[in-house]
C-alpha cells in the first residue's frame, strides 16, 4: 500500500485537478491520496468523485494555515466535519485574510514597478478560494518576470522581499482544538520546515500533543535524514502517529513528486483510528474516507 497523505489541487495552489491528481495517483500507483489544499475543502467533492470512479483510496483533508508566537506553522487536518461552525468561521477568516492580503501585494509590487493588477491573480487563481502566493507567482512567471515560482518567492515574494505582506493565521493551539472539535484529526505538517522549526522543540509539541494534536509528519522533503531520525524518535516519545507525504503541488513544486514520501499501513491505521474516536466524541457527520 502506498499511502500519500498531503495533496494539493488547483482547489488551493496545485497545479492539477482534483480529478487530474486521482489520474495520476493511478497512474503512479499511490494507493491512498490525503487531498489536503489549504485552508479550504473546496476540492473535496471533485476528489471523491475521482476516487470512487478510479478506485484509488482519498482521504478528505486541509492543510490549515496557523501560527506559533511569529512563526508559521501548517496543521494537517483529515476527516473533520468542515461546516462545524467554530472551524467554518476561522476558515473564513483565514480566506478573509488571503483576499486582503492579495491586494495589498499587488500595490507593493505595483509601487516597485511590477506590472500586475488583482484581476491577473484571481484569473490565474481560476475560483481556487485559498488565493495564495504561488498564484501571483504565476502571474509574475506569465509576465516574463521570473522564470518559475522559486525564483518569485526568492526575489518578490518571501520573507524580506517587496511582495511579502503577513497575512491573518488562526493560533497553532487553538486550531488543534477545532480540528478534534470537528471530529478530525490533527497532523502537524513539515513541523521543522523553514517556517516553524525553531518553535517546535518536544516541549511544544507535548502540548499540542495534551490540545489533542493526533500526529507530525516526518517523512517530508524538508527534513534532512537526521531530522527525519529525530522527529520520528520524538513521535515515539510522546505517543504521535508519525506520518510521511510528498506535498504534491502538480509542478508548482520541484521535488515533490507525488509518492516520494509515503505514510507506514500500520501508522496510518492508527490515524484513522484516532479519528474515529474524536469523530465520535464529537457526535458530528464527518467527512468519509473514500474506498475504504
Ligand atoms: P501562501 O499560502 O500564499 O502564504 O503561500 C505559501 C505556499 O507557497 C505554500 O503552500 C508553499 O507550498 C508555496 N511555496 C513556498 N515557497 C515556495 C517555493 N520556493 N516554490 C514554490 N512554492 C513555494
Ligand atoms: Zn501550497
Ligand atoms: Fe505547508
Ligand atoms: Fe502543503
Redo the contacts with the bound molecule.
Sequence with gaps: MRIDL?V?STASDGTLTPTQVIEHAAAQGVDVVGL?DHDSPAGWAEGVEAARDLDVMLVPGM?VSTKLGRAGV?VLAYLPDPAFPPLAAELDRIIAGREGRLGAIVEQLRSVGVDITVDDVRRQAAGSPAIGRPHVADVLVAKGVVSDRAEAFRGWLGYGQPGFVVRYATQTDAMVRLIVGAGGAAVI?HPWGRGSRRVLDVDTLAALRDAGLTGIEVDHQDHSPDDRQRLRLIADDLGLVATGAS?FHGAGKVDHELGCNLTSPDQFERLLGLAAVNAASSGLRVAEVVGR
Excluded: R, S, V
Design positions: 498531503h494539493h489536503t492543510e501548517h505538517a506535498d
